[in-house]
């Protein structure tokens, strides 16, 4: 792999190659969105796309028949519109039939309504694609939750259709004149995804009454929604046992997913939650279920989101078991394992943890499950790791290795590459890494700038260096500026002033230190220098031979009424030769 080349998601387009994370996803989306688009238009206008030109004709290389083949009201044209995802038309035949007198059977009443739950009630669309229902809210392990029903609603509503009351689903389902466990366990599990947990525990209770057995996909949909139907942790896991003792009883065989929608919900848990996991992979293990990468997520999210980190056992036992295969998308949270578990270890600050972690998700196919967020999102945190706790020789190395093929270093990364530096004595290296910056478009954050500007400004280097820090510095004095109308100057601070003097004097250029709005500019902001910045000025203008400089300077002490002023005109009398008019 081309350490220097973009992801292949952005090779197509060398033009368009991004700079940095945002730029890196606005077209990754921007790809998405046109691929989306061009299946509206096939959609939307079919009699664009009915002439096939090639030879031979490839059907799967071909647009879908979308359009709608059986004119008229009948239980077939019903089951079409139900194959072709067309919800309102769905609805409309079922209506004119059941006005009409003409029953529908319950198998094809039963797919309407899995079109109706899977939907929300909204008609298709050719992006949308099953969400997952991700009922997670973070940072809840500390406490007893308050009113869990209202914040699966509100986290419901950024994920899909609200559940309305007696929508399409509910008045069919009512209508219906006979009803079978696949009925019932249907709107229970589009209650759970459409954000009504009460509601689809009731239904659970109907299903019940009426002598039913539910599903295992249902009995996991109802695990997951355990969080918005109990307050306290201990009811929540009784909730769980009871659910669990159902499927016994109804001789229904837990999955993967069941048990992942066990470890998901114990995260809300609290201690409950640590104490009772472990038993639930004991259980896993017991029915023969190999865990998927969710389960190690979930897993990790119990025991390393708290305050008081536990040791690396837990993490460790994990890499043992993930070191060993090569994972198969199971679950639709198994692509949050890689970036939790690289957080975990730089929690921790293990770089060994984090070497055999990124070893596995390079393993066979593993890999595929970080997509463009993720992946900057995991290298984000693994460089950070490498900064804090490797040789500056390694880091730079990963660092060249990892970006832009892999990775768009974050301001973060930035600044942890700076620590390292100073760290290892190695402020040279500074201009290189200046120039990733311009790159990168962060020139205009004042946090970075500042401190670069320290680190170059703090101690005394080589004259080559000096000069090297000097260009870094007239660049930061540019990005201060507006480079458009629509740009805001950005305002100067009283240290990165008075660094910016600091450079220019080591570097000799005392007409850059005072005339190109550096020392001026004190006056002008409001902004009072330090002694060591009107030092470093004198002694450059004496060692470039300007004198009027330096009566420049010690009027400016004078006019800022600064303590140093009569100092300095004691050395400026001593350092320079005056003439009677300098005087």
Same mark, same amino acid.
């Given at each position: 792999?081309?350490?220097?080349?973009?992801?292949?998601?952005?090779?197509?387009?060398?033009?368009?190659?991004?700079?940095?994370?945002?730029?890196?996803?606005?077209? &990754?989306?921007?790809?998405?969105?046109?691929?989306?688009?061009?299946?509206?238009?096939?959609?939307?206008?079919?009699?664009?796309?009915?002439?096939?030109?090639?030879?031979?004709?490839?059907?799967?290389l071909m647009p879908e028949t979308l359009t709608p083949?059986?004119?008229?009201?009948?239980?077939?044209?019903?089951?079409?519109?139900?194959?072709?995802?067309?919800?309102?038309?769905?609805?409309?035949?079922?209506?004119?039939?059941?006005?009409?007198?003409?029953?529908?059977?319950?198998?094809?009443?039963?797919?309407?309504?899995?079109?109706?739950?899977?939907?929300?009630?909204?008609?298709?669309?050719?992006?949308?694609?099953?969400?997952?229902?991700?009922?997670?809210?973070?940072?809840?392990?500390?406490?007893?939750?308050?009113?869990?029903?209202?914040?699966?609603?509100?986290? &419901?509503?950024?994920?899909?259709?609200?559940?309305?009351?007696?929508?399409?689903?509910?008045?069919?389902?009512?209508?219906?004149?006979?009803?079978?466990?696949?009925?019932?366990?249907?709107?229970?599990?589009?209650?759970?995804?459409?954000?009504?947990?009460?509601?689809?525990?009731?239904?659970?209770?109907?299903?019940?009454?009426?002598?039913?057995?539910?599903?295992?996909?249902?009995?996991?949909?109802?695990?997951?929604?355990?969080?918005?139907?109990?307050?306290?942790?201990?009811?929540?896991?009784?909730?769980?046992?009871?659910?669990?003792?159902?499927?016994?009883?109804?001789?229904?065989?837990?999955?993967?997913?069941?048990?992942?929608?066990?470890?998901?919900?114990?995260?809300?848990?609290?201690?409950?939650?640590?104490?009772?996991?472990?038993?639930?992979?004991?259980?896993?293990?017991?029915?023969?279920?190999?865990? &998927?990468?969710?389960?190690?997520?979930?897993?990790?999210?119990?025991?390393?989101?708290?305050?008081?980190?536990?040791? &690396?056992?837990?993490?460790?036992?994990?890499?043992?078991?993930?070191?060993?295969?090569?994972?198969?998308?199971?679950?639709?949270?198994?692509?949050?394992?890689?970036?939790?578990?690289?957080?975990?270890?730089?929690?921790?600050?293990?770089?060994?943890?984090?070497?055999?972690?990124?070893?596995?998700?390079?393993?066979?196919?593993?890999?595929?499950?970080?997509?463009?967020?993720?992946?900057?999102?995991?290298?984000?945190?693994?460089?950070?790791?490498?900064?804090?706790?490797?040789?500056?020789?390694?880091?730079?190395k990963w660092y060249k290795e990892m970006w832009p093929?892999?990775?768009?270093?974050?301001?973060?990364?930035?600044?942890?590459?700076?620590?390292?530096?100073?760290?290892?004595?190695?402020?040279?290296?500074?201009?290189?890494?200046?120039?990733?910056?311009?790159?990168?478009?962060?020139?205009?954050?004042?946090?970075?700038?500042?401190?670069?500007?320290?680190?170059?400004?703090?101690?005394?280097?080589?004259?080559?260096?000096?000069?090297?820090?000097?260009?870094?510095?007239?660049?930061?004095?540019?990005?201060?500026?507006?480079?458009?109308?629509?740009?805001?100057?950005?305002?100067?601070?009283?240290?990165?002033?008075?660094?910016?003097?600091?450079?220019?004097?080591?570097?000799?250029?005392?007409?850059d230190a005072w005339y190109v709005n550096m020392m001026?500019?004190?006056?002008?902001?409001?902004?009072?220098?330090?002694?060591?910045?009107?030092?470093?000025?004198?002694?450059?203008?004496?060692?470039?031979?300007?004198?009027?400089?330096?009566?420049?300077?010690?009027?400016?002490?004078?006019?800022?009424?600064?303590?140093?002023?009569?100092?300095?005109?004691?050395?400026?009398?001593?350092?320079?030769?005056?003439?009677?008019?300098?005087?």
């Open positions: 792999q081309d350490p220097t080349a973009a992801h292949y998601t952005f090779q197509d387009d060398p033009f368009l190659m991004p700079r940095n994370a945002t730029n890196s996803r606005l077209y &990754s989306l921007s790809k998405e969105s046109g691929r989306n688009a061009a299946k509206y238009i096939i959609k939307n206008f079919p009699h664009y796309f009915d002439k096939t030109f090639a030879e031979p004709n490839v059907p799967s083949q059986i004119e008229g009201v009948s239980e077939e044209a019903l089951k079409e519109r139900i194959c072709l995802r067309r919800v309102k038309e769905s609805v409309d035949i079922f209506d004119q039939l059941t006005q009409g007198g003409t029953s529908v059977s319950l198998e094809t009443t039963n797919s309407l309504l899995d079109l109706l739950c899977f939907y929300g009630d909204e008609e298709s669309t050719s992006e949308k694609e099953e969400e997952k229902e991700d009922l997670e809210e973070p940072g809840v392990n500390g406490s007893e939750q308050k009113a869990p029903q209202t914040r699966f609603q509100r986290g &419901s509503q950024s994920s899909g259709p609200r559940w309305r009351e007696n929508n399409h689903a509910e008045r069919i389902f009512k209508i219906m004149p006979e009803r079978n466990a696949h009925s019932y366990c249907t709107m229970i599990r589009g209650m759970v995804k459409h954000g009504a947990p009460s509601k689809a525990y009731g239904m659970y209770i109907d299903l019940l009454n009426e002598r039913h057995k539910a599903d295992v996909h249902t009995f996991n949909a109802l695990i997951r929604a355990v969080p918005y139907l109990k307050e306290r942790f201990i009811e929540r896991w009784e909730l769980i046992k009871e659910f669990l003792t159902h499927m016994a009883q109804q001789e229904v065989q837990p999955n993967l997913l069941t048990f992942n929608a066990v470890l998901k919900t114990l995260r809300r848990c609290g201690g409950v939650g640590r104490s009772m996991s472990l038993l639930v992979m004991k259980e896993m293990e017991a029915l023969d279920i190999e865990p &998927s990468l969710a389960t190690y997520d979930h897993l990790l999210s119990i025991f390393y989101r708290v305050v008081d980190l536990p040791s &690396s056992g837990i993490i460790s036992e994990v890499l043992d078991d993930v070191e060993k295969r090569s994972f198969t998308p199971q679950d639709p949270d198994d692509a949050h394992f890689f970036p939790t578990a690289m957080q975990v270890c730089c929690d921790l600050k293990d770089i060994k943890l984090a070497y055999r972690l990124n070893k596995a998700m390079e393993k066979g196919d593993n890999w595929k499950f970080l997509d463009m967020d993720r992946l900057n999102g995991y290298w984000s945190k693994f460089f950070s790791l490498l900064c804090m706790m490797e040789q500056i020789e390694v880091v730079l093929s892999v990775f768009y270093p974050t301001l973060k990364n930035i600044l942890d590459l700076l620590q390292a530096l100073d760290a290892a004595n190695q402020l040279e290296l500074i201009p290189s890494v200046w120039e990733d910056v311009k790159q990168l478009g962060f020139t205009r954050r004042q946090e970075l700038r500042e401190e670069l500007l320290s680190l170059m400004s703090r101690d005394q280097h080589p004259d080559e260096v000096q000069l090297a820090f000097a260009k870094c510095a007239e660049d930061i004095k540019a990005a201060h500026e507006p480079a458009g109308r629509e740009q805001v100057p950005l305002e100067w601070t009283g240290s990165a002033l008075g660094n910016m003097v600091i450079l220019f004097s080591r570097a000799g250029r005392t007409q001026e500019h004190f006056q002008q902001t409001n902004r009072i220098p330090t002694d060591k910045v009107m030092d470093e000025f004198l002694t450059c203008a004496k060692q470039t031979n300007c004198p009027d400089e330096a009566i420049k300077l010690v009027k400016l002490a004078a006019s800022l009424g600064l303590p140093s002023s009569q100092r300095l005109k004691s050395r400026m009398e001593e350092e320079f030769k005056l003439s009677e008019t300098q005087k």
